[in-house]
């Protein structure tokens, strides 16, 4: 079995900037992809960045230029730094790992408001 545990969120002006954390753990052999999502209120869970044990990544449109997601395979760890934070960013952001099947984190709430 395999835990995922993020950490990082919380509340930010717009304008600002968070780093979230998400650590893999447990029986895992070798972790493929890892990646986030988010979900806002009454909105379905939409991906917003991902990336390979090669490092290749991909982001939604919607961040691309404010936020980078970097990975340490020996930690089996992921981050997700966001800069430039808007309201509309505001969500749950829940991790995930590919080992090959996908493992969730319980979700960390971020919230752009002044």
């Known amino acids: 079995q395999v835990q995922v545990v993020e950490s990082g969120g919380g509340l930010v002006q717009p304008g600002g900037s968070l780093r979230l954390s998400c650590a893999a753990s447990g029986r895992i052999i070798s972790i493929s992809s890892m990646g986030w999502y988010r979900q806002a209120p009454g909105k379905q869970r939409d991906l917003v960045a991902a990336i390979t044990r090669g490092g290749m990544t991909n982001y939604a449109d919607s961040v691309k230029g404010r936020f980078t997601i970097s990975r340490d395979n020996a930690k089996n760890t992921v981050y997700l730094h966001m800069n430039s934070l808007k309201p509309e960013d505001t969500a749950v952001y829940y991790c995930?790992?590919?080992?090959?099947?996908?493992?969730w984190g319980q979700g960390t709430q971020v919230t752009v408001s002044s």
């Open positions: 995930y790992v590919n080992t090959p099947l996908r493992s």
